[in-house]
């Protein structure tokens, strides 16, 4: 079993970035394929990127591709999610999830653990 807290939400400006990470404990961190998944209000929760136990494969979303960039340190058990120009419609609440050894994907059913969700609020 693995717990994971995120961290590195806020409030920011339209254009501006944001880091967000995810810190891992309890389990083996480099046995899970690692996910960032977000929930805007009124709407389902929809896949943002992924990557892979080994961190040398990468997934996006269209909507996120060229702005944001998932990676991993399997050292420290942590996950980041760099989020550049961000647009209003980026507000959501973002969450970290973890699939046991998975390859890295975007369906919400292959991931076995999830954080408690971390805000973002982009302004325009």
């Known amino acids: 079993q693995v717990q994971l807290v995120e961290s590195g939400g806020g409030l920011v400006q339209a254009g501006d970035s944001l880091r967000l990470s995810c810190a891992a404990s309890?389990?083996?961190?480099?046995?899970?394929?690692m996910g960032w998944f977000r929930q805007a209000p009124g709407k389902e929760q929809e896949f943002v990127a992924a990557i892979n136990r080994s961190g040398t494969r990468t997934y996006y979303a269209d909507s996120v591709k060229a702005r944001f960039t998932i990676s991993r340190d399997n050292t420290k058990n942590t996950v980041d999610l760099q989020m550049n120009i961000l647009k209003p419609e980026d507000t959501a609440v973002y969450y970290c999830?973890?699939?046991?050894?998975?390859?890295?994907?975007?369906?919400?059913?292959?991931?076995?653990?999830w954080g408690q969700g971390t805000q973002v609020t982009v302004s325009s």
């Open positions: 999830a973890a699939d046991w050894m998975g390859g890295g994907n975007d369906r919400t059913s292959e991931y076995d653990y």
């Open positions: 309890g389990s083996t961190f480099v046995n899970y394929a």
